[in-house]
Nanobody, 123 residues
Framework: QLQLVESGGGLVQPGGSLRLSCAAS????????IQWFRQAPGKEREGVSC????????NYTDSVKGRFTISRDNAKNTVYLQMNSLKPDDTAVYYC????????????????WGQGTQVTVSS
């Protein structure tokens, strides 16, 4: 049974940092693209970042470029999202998701989702 479990969320002041983790089980982790999405209250869910199975290719939405870094440790079946210089606009529930690779797409539509972790940026 495929499972994705996020952790690391919490309350942080503007300018602070958090590192989210996504622990995976039940599938061949290295074969899948892993993505981070977020959804703020009253807003649509948006893609934040994705990383290829090998970790060699990454992508970020413009609003987090230079502040967030995605990485993965295939030996630990875990993906990380290091979030620095956090802003109140980063407040959202963050989800990790897994997608089987699609030729020509770095970030294909995911088929599996975690339950999410809350990130709140506030003073």
């Amino acid at each position: 049974q495929l499972q994705l479990v996020e952790s690391g969320g919490g309350l942080v002041q503007p300018g602070g940092s958090l590192r989210l983790s996504c622990a995976a089980s039940g599938f061949t982790f290295r074969d899948y693209v892993i993505q981070w999405f977020r959804q703020a209250p009253g807003k649509e869910r948006e893609g934040v970042s994705c990383i290829s199975g090998s970790g060699g290719s990454t992508n970020y939405t413009d609003s987090v470029k230079g502040r967030f870094t995605i990485s993965r440790d295939n030996a630990k079946n875990t993906v990380y999202l290091q979030m620095n210089s956090l802003k109140p606009d980063d407040t959202a529930v963050y989800y990790c998701a897994a997608a089987f690779p699609v030729f020509g797409l770095l970030c294909p539509a995911p088929g599996y989702w975690g339950q999410g972790t809350q990130v709140t940026v506030s003073s």
